[in-house]
């Protein structure tokens, strides 16, 4: 079954730092996602992306974020200048033209700001 | 604010009970109903979508909408210890196909 690939698995990073998060998407999936959960709390979505540009993004995503798509492949969420509140499970997920609400959902990324 | 509620629960049911958990929405421009399952540091997984008015089988699983009172909720029938887990309800609406999810119900089922 295909799936959706997140990479590291769990990233401890120091206040004020720069990270990365990697996704790869289903290969024929056209909407990429970014949600995020804080430990013991909802799952709350940060961004969309369709056609190569984000096509809604929600309050929680301000400057500090920025997503891309580098290649055919890959798609990233930057987080600049983290905080302790940005502590959380980051979750990628993709769906395609013909079940746009059908997510997959990767294995996400635990992020640990200290 | 588009909001979706649930009960945080526990909700703790005996081996082949019948587990019920519930939701309720704000939107009322939401389209599309989601129940996934969330194991304790993994991602979600989808069990169950709706989209119209009244029930959807699926297995052991039966999703219900009512618009009207913009109330979801999901039948586990025949739990299994292995239905353990948080349940989450997710809201779509819109052409982004955003999901808004509540907090999630956490079932135990007990052996």
């Known amino acids: 079954e295909p799936e959706v690939t997140q990479t590291p698995s769990h990233q401890v990073t120091q206040m004020g730092q720069e990270v990365i998060l990697r996704c790869v998407p289903i290969?024929?999936?056209?909407?990429f996602y970014w949600y995020r959960q804080i430990l013991g709390q909802k799952v709350e979505f940060l961004v969309s992306?369709?056609?190569?540009?984000?096509?809604?993004k929600s309050e929680i995503f301000d400057d500090q974020f920025s997503v891309e798509r580098p290649d055919g492949s890959n798609f990233t969420l930057k987080i600049r200048s983290t905080k302790l509140e940005d502590s959380a499970m980051y979750f990628c997920?993709?769906?395609?033209?013909?079940?746009?609400?059908?997510?997959?959902f990767g294995s996400g990324t635990r992020l640990t700001v200290v | 604010q588009k909001e979706v509620e649930q009960n945080s629960g526990p909700l703790s049911v005996p081996e082949g009970a019948i587990a019920s958990l519930n939701c309720t929405y704000s939107?009322?421009?939401?389209?599309?109903f989601f129940w996934y399952r969330q194991y304790s540091g993994k991602s979600p997984e989808l069990i169950m979508s709706?989209?119209?008015?009244g029930d959807k089988e699926d297995g052991r699983f039966t999703a219900q909408l009512n618009k009207a009172s913009q109330y979801v909720s999901l039948l586990i029938r025949d739990s299994q210890p292995s239905d353990s887990a948080t349940y989450l309800c997710?809201?779509?609406?819109?052409?982004?196909?955003?999901?808004?999810f509540g907090k999630g119900t956490l079932l135990t089922v007990n052996p």
């Open positions: 997920a993709s769906s395609d033209q013909g079940s746009p609400y059908g997510y997959t």
């Open positions: 290969s024929n999936h056209l909407y």
């Open positions: 992306f369709y056609n190569n540009e984000i096509s809604e």
């Open positions: 939107d009322r421009g939401s389209q599309s």
């Open positions: 709706i989209y119209s008015n």
């Open positions: 997710a809201a779509g609406g819109g052409s982004n196909y955003k999901l808004t």
